[in-house]
């Protein structure tokens, strides 16, 4: 089964798979995919046991539009702070005046310096700005939007003990 997971993104890619697979059994499956609305903490809880126990932690976090936009803005301000070249476009919602998604314009910027900043202080905003390259399990995510919030998961290895 794990005979082509090479790296981070075919191990993701499988887990993946066996965590929807296990999503899809708990909370049911429709003609387009899970019943997400079925979602629930101990649905949540026994995937995080499943996965647990193959050696997986599951990491769960949702995230509100107006959590997003004021990450977005402060990131966006630090940006400018660090860089005064870096040209940052964003969209809003017009109703909320929410940043809904922010641009970063990497032409003629010191790039790593910026990454670096988002890796230490905003690892989750990549996640959308995909400004840092994938390297670790926990780089990649699965985003559902529902009910107004993002609900993010992310897998890593377990810790083990050793005593």
């Not at 803005?73 to 998604?101: G, Y």
């Not at 992310?154 to 003990?161: D, E, K, M, W």
Request: proline fraction near 4%.
């Amino acid at each position: 089964m794990f005979s082509d997971a090479h790296d981070c993104s075919g191990l993701f890619s499988r887990l993946s798979d066996i965590f929807l697979c296990g999503l899809g059994l708990l909370c049911g499956f429709n003609p387009v995919g899970i019943n997400i609305e079925n979602l629930d903490q101990d649905i949540i809880l026994k995937m995080t046991k499943y996965m647990q126990s193959i050696g997986i932690q599951v990491c769960y976090t949702t995230y509100s539009p107006q959590q997003l936009n004021k990450l977005y803005r402060k990131l966006a301000t630090e940006i400018v702070d660090i860089s005064d070249t870096m040209n940052i476009s964003v969209v809003l919602n017009w109703q909320t005046q929410f940043v809904s998604k922010l641009t970063l314009d990497t032409a003629h910027v010191d790039m790593p310096k910026i990454q670096e900043h988002v890796k230490s202080n905003y690892p989750h905003l990549n996640y959308w700005l995909k400004i840092i390259p994938k390297e670790e399990l926990r780089d990649f995510n699965l985003k559902f939007f529902y009910c107004g919030d993002f609900h993010v998961f992310t897998f890593n290895y377990l810790p083990v003990n050793l005593n």
